[in-house]
């Protein structure tokens, strides 16, 4: 870690301006999964605890700009004082003089939570007279949202020209290091394992891991992209054509490379997207047209699984199927399964964020793992070897 963090500097009688990173699932005006607010509450309770006043500020979903009801964060305040043990008041909106006069009012080892920076379309023009006023309510600055922290907004990247110093929360930190570790110094041998979609969203962290693993995995839809550029048949299965000469160069550049790249060897096929449709388990060399695969058959869980036990370092970016669907989720949580067993035996294992994810948590195992990333983007773009500006941002030490 060579950024400040927020045990590096003095926080007794101080106004510190934390970015936090409140985008949580809503339902009906009630917050569906509180994991982020809860990985937010070290950082929280680390300020209160010093006597500093924590200032928070968050975006949810994408309001465009002007204030939307179902977007208000006033539900995540009752959620957090229930986390804290104590009262956080909720301002109702997050700049102009009533909230600098609520800001005025805090004590020390208080908390104040503020209304969607996204209310306002200045937060992502990253306008800097915006990011001057956001400033105004703060001695310090302390970003813990990782996951927005590939996004150079006015509460990541442009507040940081007008308050100093700029520091690291905990979960920053622990974002950081893990990630870091992964891209710069992974124990060996070191695998990753991409699915998801499409194939045109993982290529920069194909093209940038390709050089540090010994091993990697593609399963999922970007999976049918590279065998129908071996020749094979894909059926109806999700295949995006323009990308069919970038995959033969990927697989070509693997074999100069002599690095192991593994492709799903079976898969499970329907005859429509829908959890009740027909399906049934094909060698990849068997599809049959109007068949679209939404799963990695048996032998390819066989297959990945082995090769996540033979590693010491382990990142998972992207599900192996549509999981979100019970008759197509087994090769996603067979995949989260072995992920824990081998973290039992010492690996190193750090699931990338976004479906990832919510795949590791539908298997109930998130905490069976070294790590689980808060940010999907911003860990994507981090493994692409991308500068992200809300870390870059921050004081180096």
């Known amino acids: 870690m060579t950024k400040f963090t927020i045990d590096d500097i003095l926080l007794k009688s101080r106004r510190v301006l934390v970015r936090v990173d409140f985008n949580v699932p809503m339902e009906n005006g009630r917050v569906n999964d509180a994991t982020r607010i809860v990985e937010s509450v070290p950082t929280i309770k680390r300020i209160l605890e010093a006597g500093g006043r924590a200032i928070l500020m968050s975006h949810l979903g994408r309001p465009k700009g002007k204030p939307a009801h179902e977007f208000s964060l006033k539900p995540i305040a009752a959620v957090l004082s229930q986390l804290l043990g104590r009262p956080v008041p909720f301002a109702s909106d997050c700049v102009g003089e009533r909230v600098k006069n609520m800001v005025g009012e805090l004590h020390d080892g208080g908390c104040l939570l503020l209304e969607n920076l996204r209310f306002h379309k200045e937060e992502e023009e990253n306008d800097p007279n915006f990011a001057r006023e956001l400033a105004s309510m703060g001695d310090v600055y302390v970003n813990d949202a990782f996951g927005s922290a590939h996004r150079a907004h006015a509460s990541t990247e442009g507040v940081t020209h007008f308050l100093r110093p700029a520091v690291a929360g905990y979960l920053m930190r622990r974002e950081i290091d893990f990630l870091s570790r992964a891209i710069g110094n992974p124990e060996r041998p070191y695998l990753a394992i991409l699915g ?52 033969k160069k990927i697989l070509e550049e693997v074999s100069r490379r002599n690095m192991r790249f593994l492709l799903p060897v079976d898969c499970v096929v329907a005859d429509r997207l829908d959890n009740a449709a027909n399906r049934k388990t094909v060698s990849v060399k068997s599809i049959q047209p109007g068949w679209l695969g939404l799963d990695i058959g048996p032998e390819s869980v066989k297959l990945f699984t082995d090769a996540i036990n033979n590693a010491r370092t382990v990142v998972w970016n992207g599900p192996m199927g549509v999981f979100e669907m019970e008759s197509f989720a087994h090769g996603t949580l067979a995949i989260a399964r072995a992920m824990a067993d081998v973290t039992k035996n010492g690996a190193t294992t750090i699931v990338g964020g976004g479906d990832s994810a919510a795949a590791i948590a539908k298997a109930g195992l998130e905490k069976a793992v070294s790590h689980v990333s808060t940010g999907g983007g911003a860990s994507l773009e981090f493994l692409e070897g991308k500068i992200l500006p809300g870390v870059a941002a921050l004081a180096d030490k």
């Not at 194939?199 to 990697?216: A, Y």
């Not at 839809?221 to 894909?234: E, I, S």
């Open 196 to 247: 998801g979609a499409k194939i045109s969203g993982k290529i920069d962290v194909i093209q940038n891991l390709m050089h540090k693993v010994d091993s990697l995995i593609a399963g999922g839809g970007m999976a049918f992209t590279f065998l129908k550029a071996q020749g094979l048949q894909v059926g109806n299965s999700l295949l995006e054509v323009d990308k069919l000469d970038l995959a």
